[in-house]
């Protein structure tokens, strides 16, 4: 074991991942776990900016490849959610119902989303009509609610679900295929961004999205070794289109149903993979592009020389603020000391410190966040200097947290060894011959469960089945799961 | 009366304002209204995004001015519900219910928001501790939900409301009442923008928010007389923070209870009057800040001169793409006319046309949506040529609509006159003795609601209550609404 991967492993979100996380949740004012609804909270000023700028970057890429944004209903009819069976199936047990008289004194009930299909596609249904239509694409950034059974936890586990779902409706399974490829790159690229690494696997059949053909899930690791499904990609076929009776005149001339998508990015998740990955025992550590505050300016007041210092500090916030999201902490009633501690704790990038030394040699203090360092810089090269430095704490919290995920990854090829790496928090990789029984057996002896192959790459197993020892088809990856 | 306001008065959205209304919500791609649960409607692309263009106009200053944007839940709980006597007398008829089994099989109701102060003020209560916790000022834009028992209408009079809504906490009386102007001046100026005209209507007593100490409205005029709440700045003294128990420490070391304010912008009518105020029997007029398409750029092709033309549109395109949002409509399987006829439906603020004369004269022709005027302007100074006329669109949009609102207030001495002005789809301006009686009076013979007096300016009356001809004790003006 390295000597950073043994340093992550004494972090206090590797040994006490809960109480640090909401600690931090309280403290760096991310979000509020009190209200008295279970499963639903409240999002306090920098998670709900976080979210923000989050939704921005995916709805920049989003509207850049055709995606339209329109918005749909919270609700849906009884008898529209009915329409798709595997879809009713996999959802009914945990909607929120609105029971209401009608205007008549009917009983009647409304499904609240726990997705969009059976509100979206009634309106595809109108709207489609030929191939001049396709492909539809459109998004929405909304809540979604589902009745979790399991235990609530928040922004991992919540009843009310922040996320952006995107919907499209394809002439050709081909071209069906390539959207799945644009929704992956688009997702990628935005976790990239945010330094988050993840794992891109195919979910077997048994745990596909209710209604798909096939899912693709972005597991990130997280440091309790839950991984935490941030984003998925569904092919649904034409279940939906059969169902919803969406079809479009061929250029032919015949008539066929459509092929459609659905994918969605849960915005408290990948909230939760930018805490956990990033952060450290002094608190957060933000990505630039998120980050409230990405510059805090701290004069270091000595006697009798306030005055230059405080004007000194002023003019190199005045530097800064055009290009950064800068604040100067001119507090008086606090001391430098507790100031470093704070900005710390609310994960600021990049961190400048001002005193007399910095006025005398012209020059500016720089802390980064991510690696504690003292850089300093000459004050005509500060906008330049930082600059490089943000690009290269971006870097290196993506190229940290990549590292993490592969030192996480445990190959297993006897169910005690896969066992052992769950407990140890890790992501057991093993070989499966595909059936169902063995599924079973792994969940069941190795204490996790089964996030499915790599999508990405293939991967061929090199030895058998890690359940029944007969030949293996796949290399499948197993944990613990948020 | 003027020529401008007969022509005004001769327009389709004056004569027959519900089908000229409908109809353009569905052609210019506005919202669907098909969708099968009463008052909930899709906002399609032009829709939505305009919403988000103003959500993005008002959500920047309100965080100018220190307003923390948050995400609350839609839920409270039954409990919390009740707890402002008045607030639930208001809103108790028109909530939306979740009913549920709770783990342990007991019944439980979740009310969804018809409004967010019953789900914010408990969460208020924990953070506010000490006149250093104050201002508090929070905002969200989310949709809210209210069981309308009067006939829905898009737009207008929906179940499913996408609002802004603030709400702020202050030491003292004096503080709120400051944040009352600030509400106003932060709305007044997103409606400025936007060429919005409106009456800033302090409500009566007996119309004020439930809960609040008084109201403060905007009321924009519309075509079919029925003025249209766009938004309101309640200040609610301390009947929620007594009934919800915050409290804070004041300097002196002794506890008080806080002085609240809620405000809120909804974003469906904000949408519904740009479309009704500035919009003409061609469609829409949008104004630049919010227009999908700020400029469409048409060729006009000659036979043997197809390829410079296509060339010169594309050097002019890539000319007015970085400062505009810019559409070059090569489509070849329509004509130039259904172009034009297509882009002023759809409202774009300015068309240039090119053909082999623009080439020649090395000029562009442009029109604007407005007046429909042509202008011709040199190519070199094209930018410089787009920009002021894109100022001058807009100043004539709020003008022209400025003037509008003042032509359809009619002063009215007699009952009789103002039944007349109501008949007529305008506002009638009244003296008042400031009774309910006489209010119960005017509503019944009048046809319209008191909607209240200016607050922006103080006005005398210089005649008896309409009413009951004793003394009057201020202006009002009465009108139908929706």
Same mark, same amino acid.
């Given at each position: ?346 994960? *600021?990038?990049?961190?400048?410190? /001002?005193?007399?030394? %910095?006025?005398?040699? !012209? =020059?500016?203090?720089?802390?980064? $966040? ?59 990789? *093993?070989?499966?011959?595909?059936? /169902?029984?063995?599924? %079973?057996?792994?969940? !069941? =002896?190795?204490?996790?469960?089964? $996030? ?31």
């Amino acid at each position: 074991m390295s000597s950073e991967s043994q340093q992550a492993i004494s972090l206090k979100k590797f040994t006490n991942f809960t109480e640090w996380f909401d600690e931090l949740l309280l403290n760096a004012r991310i979000a509020d776990n009190r209200f008295p609804v279970k499963g639903f909270i409240v999002y306090l000023e920098n998670g709900a900016y976080i979210i923000k700028r989050v939704r921005e970057m995916l709805e920049e890429k989003l509207e850049k490849t055709g995606h339209k944004l329109m918005m749909f209903p919270l609700v849906t009819t009884e008898e529209l959610f009915a329409k798709e069976v595997e879809h009713i199936k996999g959802f009914s047990t945990e909607v929120f119902v609105i029971e209401q008289k009608s205007e008549k004194g009917a009983e009647r009930r409304l499904i609240i989303r726990p997705t969009s299909e059976t509100i979206m596609y009634p309106m595809f249904k109108l709207w489609i009509r030929s191939h001049a239509d396709l492909p539809l694409k459109v998004h929405q950034s909304v809540n979604v609610y589902r009745y979790e059974t399991k235990a609530t936890r928040a922004l991992y586990r919540v009843r009310e679900i922040p996320w952006n779902e995107a919907h499209t409706a394809h002439e050709t399974p081909s071209d069906a295929e390539k959207q799945v490829k644009e929704a992956i790159e688009i997702y990628s690229q935005v976790l990239k961004e945010l330094g988050i690494s993840f794992l891109l696997l195919k979910r077997p059949d048994f745990d596909k999205f209710a209604g798909a053909v096939y899912s693709i899930a972005f597991d990130s690791w997280n440091p309790d070794g839950r991984v935490n499904q941030v984003a998925t990609v569904h092919n649904l076929g034409r279940n939906f289109s059969k169902a919803y009776d969406i079809t479009f005149e061929k250029k032919d001339g015949s008539r066929g149903y459509v092929y459609q998508l659905c994918y969605g990015f849960g915005y408290s998740r990948v909230l939760a993979a930018i805490i956990a990955q990033h952060g450290d025992d002094r608190g957060l550590v933000l990505p630039p592009p998120v980050a409230p505050t990405q510059i805090v300016i701290i004069p270091i007041l000595f006697k009798g020389q306030e005055k230059e210092v405080m004007d000194y500090s002023r003019s190199i916030f005045n530097e800064l603020k055009d290009n950064w999201r800068t604040v100067l902490d001119d507090r008086e009633d606090i001391t430098p000391g507790e100031k470093f501690y704070y900005w710390e704790m609310m994960g *600021v990038p990049v961190r400048v410190e /001002i005193g007399p030394k %910095e006025i005398l040699e !012209e =020059k500016v203090t720089l802390n980064r $966040r991510d690696t504690l360092e003292r850089i300093q810089c000459s004050r005509s090269n500060l906008v330049e200097e930082v600059k490089k430095l943000m690009e290269n704490l971006m870097q290196n919290l993506r190229e940290r947290s990549e590292r993490m995920l592969y030192k996480l990854i445990i190959d297993a090829t006897t169910l005690e060894e896969a066992a052992k790496a769950i407990d140890n928090k890790c992501i057991a990789r *093993v070989a499966w011959c595909s059936s /169902i029984e063995c599924a %079973e057996k792994i969940k !069941e =002896k190795a204490g996790g469960e089964i $996030r499915g192959e790599r999508y990405d790459i293939a991967e061929h197993p090199d030895r058998p089945c890690i359940a029944c020892g007969q030949q293996a088809k796949t290399i499948i990856y197993v944990a613990r799961a948020y």
